[in-house]
Nanobody, 119 residues
Framework: VQLQAYGGGLVQPGGSLRLSCAASGSIFSINSMGWYRQAPGKQREMVAATSRGGTTNYADSVKGRFTISRDSAENAVDLQMNILKPEDTAVYYC??????????????WGQGTQVTVSS
């Protein structure tokens, strides 16, 4: 199972960015997908996640600004980030909890994409 993340970049405070992530490989079902981030000197933290049933969770720091959406048909998840702040600067990682076609559970990570919010 592979996860490929797209998007990221440099944006001014108050701006927007959209991250996308697609899962591929021997996937039977995806139980949840989400985005995490890690800023320099800090631990990786959950930003937003969505389950197969449609439940979404957000970090308090991004509620009202970020929106996670999932395309189940494409095994993909997007993160729309609005009103970005300098403290949102981090490497963002896509995550997926997958059941493979062989019945195994796989917790996968994408390669990480840099988001920098700066004037």
């Amino acid at each position: 199972v592979q996860l490929q993340a797209y998007g990221g970049g440099l944006v001014q405070p108050g701006g927007s960015l959209r991250l996308s992530c697609a899962a591929s490989g021997s996937i039977f079902s995806i139980n949840s997908m989400g985005w995490y981030r890690q800023a320099p000197g800090k631990q990786r933290e959950m930003v937003a996640a969505t389950s197969r049933g449609g439940t979404t969770n957000y970090a308090d720091s991004v509620k009202g600004r970020f929106t996670i959406s999932r395309d189940s048909a494409e095994n993909a998840v997007d993160l729309q980030m609005n009103i970005l702040k300098p403290e949102d600067t981090a490497v963002y990682y896509c995550n997926a909890d997958v059941t493979t076609i062989w019945g195994n559970n796989f917790d996968g990570w994408g390669q990480g994409t840099q988001v920098t919010v700066s004037s």
